[in-house]
């Protein structure tokens, strides 16, 4: 028995140790390595030079990359090769691990990183001995990642000791809502995630948390949060929150918007703060909301052969903005057909924020050929999806018969004959039989 576990242990070690060495799921990420060119300055921005850049992920220190002993291609300076230990495994997602031979790669630039303390308020605090620790003393980088389809966005903090090409991921920032939207109305959530290195000296001098928006040049500060002294610095944002012990506990600087409005759509951006290192990523909100058709007058006068009708279609509640109304007609013959936009007016803004905007159409019943009538629809196509109105439309004293009309009305003249025929038969009988 003491054989078998024995046995049974050595090959729980052995197992772990081969997937430590062979099973690092981990991708090779191919990476635009940026950095300022020596010497060219004077601009408002300043020259950048790209190289092509591998980063090897693993999540064990100790563990060797299994692409170590591979050859460099050609098209990759070695100087370039970085080989990346991330414990919390960010640089693992499946959404940076595409398929072998895939055209879709994920985006990924890794830059080099300057520590420094931060002068924001709610920042400031994480800095204020003054004093900058020898750990800093060391190269390094910092990279931002998205993955395939929008999935993720990562950035990360990396530390590499002097004139090596091994650095340690010290502060990792995700997102897994890189794109949201939303209806109007309804709470929000915007997934901010980081994760710090125990190992990092600094890392229990406590952190900060910052969202950001932006949109078309505007800016404005939505939340900020001093976890050092447990402050929320004052702004102008009602209805932002975060969820303090989820932030503390497990490092989720999610910012929940607690009713969705037309002004949150935009770029917001969360910061998160370390004692003189920095992680930040974007998250797109798009606040979409279909619009409300309705058709006046309804329903529809009743019309005679010749008369012009108007009808109305007011779209109302929507956003975005971008919209297409259309007309369209299904006659009692069962067909549908389109009777264009008609006369489409301006967008109005409501009070808040959401547009509006109406078409008329003229039915004409003499040009547009609408029989005997049948079903008007306003159809308007939207980002929110897609919404119809319907109203009949009846025509009376219709001029030309259909072919179904002709039919019955020979019908009921051969009936109409026949009784004639047979109430005179029957007086010429009754007539000749009195004469007798």
């Known amino acids: 028995m003491t054989t078998i576990s024995t046995t049974y242990k050595l090959s729980l070690v052995a197992l772990s140790c081969f997937i430590q060495v062979y099973g690092n799921s981990c991708p090779v990420l191919e990476c635009w390595f940026l950095q300022e060119k020596v010497g060219r300055g004077g601009g408002l921005t300043a020259a950048m030079s790209q190289e092509k850049s591998l980063l090897h992920v693993r999540t064990d220190a100790h563990s060797r990359h299994p692409e170590s002993g591979q050859q460099v291609p050609s098209d990759v300076n070695a100087e370039r090769v970085y080989y990346i230990t991330d414990p919390a495994a960010t640089l693992c997602h499946p959404s940076l691990n595409p398929p072998r031979g ?17 002068t924001l308020q709610w920042a400031a605090a994480l800095t204020d001995s003054g004093l900058s620790p020898i750990y800093l003393q060391a190269d390094w980088f910092s990279a931002a990642v998205q993955g395939l389809n929008r999935q993720l966005a990562l950035a990360s903090v990396m530390r590499a000791p002097t004139a090596t090409k091994e650095p340690n991921v010290v502060l990792s920032l995700s997102s897994k809502t890189v794109s949201v939207k939303s209806r109007l109305g309804v709470p929000v959530v915007l997934d901010c995630r980081f994760w710090t290195d125990s190992s990092f000296p600094l890392s229990g001098s406590g952190f900060a948390v910052e969202w950001r928006y932006q949109f078309r040049g505007d800016g404005r500060l ?39 409005k037309v002004h949150h759509s935009g770029t917001y951006i969360c910061t998160v703060y370390l004692p003189y290192l920095l992680a930040q990523v974007a998250v797109d909100l798009e606040i979409v909301e279909p619009p409300s058709l309705s058709i006046y007058p309804s329903p529809l006068p009743l019309a005679v052969p010749g008369q012009v009708v108007t009808v109305q279609c007011e779209a109302s509640g929507f956003a975005p903005l971008t919209m297409e109304l259309n007309w369209e007609f299904l006659g009692a013959d069962g ?75 020979v019908g009921v003249a051969l009936v109409l004959y026949g009784l004639i025929k047979l109430v005179s038969w029957t007086f010429t009988s009754s007539g000749s039989n009195n004469t007798e």
């Open 102 to 118: 895939s055209v879709q790669k994920p985006q990924c630039e890794i830059t080099p990183f300057l520590p420094q303390p931060s």
């Open 222 to 260: 939505v939340l900020a949060y001093d976890g050092k002294t447990d402050r929320l610095a004052e702004t102008q944002e009602d209805g932002a929150t975060l969820d303090f012990p989820g932030l503390h506990q497990k490092g989720n600087a999610s910012l929940i918007l607690q009713e969705a």
């Open 335 to 409: 067909k549908s057909r389109s009777l264009g936009s008609g006369s489409v007016t301006g967008h109005r803004q409501a009070w808040d924020g959401t547009y509006s905007q109406s078409t008329r159409l003229e039915l004409d019943t003499t040009k547009l050929d609408l029989g005997r009538g049948g079903e008007v629809s306003c159809v308007a196509v939207h980002p929110g999806g897609s919404r119809r109105a319907s109203v009949t439309f009846n025509v009376i004293g219709f001029s030309t018969p259909s072919m179904e009309d002709s039919m019955a009305m």
